[in-house]
């Protein structure tokens, strides 16, 4: 198994907890959510039992249907998966709890009965048919679980030490030299080809083979897509999610719903978009009318851009129209030699980024009176009563034109400011010029 940071928060989660709570892990499918609870169920207890409802019979699932005695349940539960339990030094797991809503409603009498801890996984939580007629537990803690990020993956790849020497470098605000930023760029560029999903890091650790990856990651959007048609027979939220590196490439002020779906009602759309958002197979950043400390009260639900979860996904999607991507485009795009605009794929990269650290993602738009010309800072932080934007450049220039422009406007509520590029850490006046590979340390 991988290392994954999410261990230590469910360490945590445990000891302060004492049973008082249950753990609910949401996630995209196939981020390894899974494979992290179950081990963490062998190393941290005496005894556990999985049930996972994507498999489980009909017997098990319908021992939720009554829970009055759990006494029998407990016994049944025992005899099923010929497991003992040890009363507060065993844990019994819900896997995919979405696909048993009865077994979710249950966690409430569960954890008051206190005799074992209860740990939930599960994707598409909160849409409607998942939660239809149940009583959402109040006892539930939930962690949010992403594709792995950028140290985790250097991990998998058995460094354990650059991301630490980065972070130093960041704090002290020192360059690598050329040569450094040019190997560090290149090795950052890897991971945003891969990505974050355990298969498909698995793979390209077992083959070194940008073709075999690729057939991984559009295996898991084909399942992202199938899910899609569950929720929506209609296909729209497919559509959406297809059109996500297009929309983005256009460079517009907001993903262009209209050009996607045609004439859609705003009221659908943005039950769409929640339902996308939902499955956390993407990223929503909301336009801001009014940034500044509180960016969630002046949101605008109907202006917002779409990312994906995870830039190796994206990158397959952007050349879904061919069968396979070949390990040509994969070099061309590691070596930074492919032409193509690939600013849109560098902002997916950061989004990823800053969403995996706990940030919500929100940008503005700002028009000049001068040259009536749209200016946008790609993405709005609030920190300390202030806020920090970010400019996203997919090269080494420094040209910050956003930045000023916004700065003229807003400059009593900004903290600092930051350009996202390709060269090595630098500073402009007052803005601090970072490659890309230091944006997890925002």
């Given at each position: 198994m991988f290392?994954?940071?999410?261990?230590?928060?469910?360490l945590n989660w445990k000891q302060e907890s004492d049973g008082k709570t249950a753990l609910l892990i949401e996630g995209a499918r196939r981020i390894g959510k899974s494979t992290v609870v179950e081990e963490f169920a062998k190393k941290e207890?005496?005894?556990?039992?999985?049930?996972?409802?994507?498999?489980a019979s009909s017997d098990v699932k319908a021992l939720f249907d009554d829970i009055s005695d759990l006494n029998y349940l407990f016994l049944q539960l025992q005899l099923q998966y010929r497991v003992d339990l040890h009363e507060r030094k065993s844990v019994i797991i819900f896997d995919e709890v979405q696909l048993?809503?009865?077994?979710?409603?249950?966690?409430?009498?569960?954890?008051?009965?206190?005799?074992?801890?209860?740990?939930?996984?599960?994707?598409?939580?909160?849409?409607?048919k998942n939660v239809k007629d149940i009583l959402i537990p109040s006892e539930e803690r939930r962690l949010n679980m992403y594709p792995m990020d950028y140290e985790e993956f250097l991990w998998a790849v058995g460094d354990q030490t650059t991301f630490s020497l980065l972070a130093k470098c960041y704090e002290a605000k020192t360059g690598l030299g050329d040569n450094g930023n040019r190997k560090q760029l290149r090795q950052f560029r890897l991971y945003m080809l891969v990505g974050g999903m355990p298969q498909a890091v698995q793979t390209y650790i077992e083959t070194n083979n940008f073709r075999k990856v690729d057939e991984i990651k559009r295996d898991i959007l084909n399942l992202y897509e199938s899910d899609f048609a569950k929720i929506d027979a209609t296909g729209r939220l497919a559509m959406l999610f297809d059109a996500i590196p297009a929309e983005l490439n256009k460079n517009a002020a907001r993903y262009q719903v209209n050009s996607v779906l045609g004439g859609e009602k705003i009221e659908k759309v943005l039950e769409l978009i929640a339902e996308l958002k939902d499955s956390k197979t993407v990223l929503v950043s909301y336009n801001v009318n009014d940034p500044n400390a509180g960016?969630?009260?002046?949101?605008?639900?109907?202006?917002f851009k779409l990312f994906l979860c995870d830039t190796g996904l994206f990158v397959t999607l952007m050349f879904k129209d061919r069968d396979f991507t070949e390990n040509e485009i994969y070099e061309?795009?590691?070596?930074?030699?492919?032409?193509?605009?690939?600013?849109?794929?560098?902002?997916?990269?950061?989004?990823?980024?800053?969403a995996v650290n706990g940030n919500e993602l929100f940008y503005h738009t700002i028009m000049n009176e001068t040259s009536k010309h749209n200016y946008e800072i790609d993405f709005l932080l609030a920190k300390k009563n202030k806020i920090i934007p970010i400019e996203v450049k997919s090269s080494g220039y420094k040209t910050h034109?956003?930045?000023?422009?916004?700065?003229e406007k807003?400059?009593?509520?900004?903290?600092?400011?930051?350009?996202?590029?390709?060269?090595?850490?630098?500073k402009e006046q007052d803005i601090f010029c970072i490659p890309v590979y230091m944006v997890p340390f925002l």
């Open positions: 290392k994954r940071k999410i261990y230590s928060k469910m207890y005496e005894s556990y039992i999985l049930i996972d409802f994507a498999k048993c809503p009865k077994a979710r409603q249950a966690i409430k009498a569960l954890v008051e009965d206190h005799r074992y801890d209860y740990i939930e996984t599960g994707s598409l939580i909160s849409i409607k960016m969630s009260n002046t949101k605008d639900l109907s202006r061309k795009l590691l070596s930074d030699k492919l032409s193509v605009n690939l600013g849109y794929l560098y902002e997916n990269a950061v989004a990823c980024c800053l034109k956003s930045l000023d422009i916004f700065t807003f400059s009593d509520r900004i903290l600092c400011r930051y350009l996202v590029y390709t060269k090595d850490i630098s």
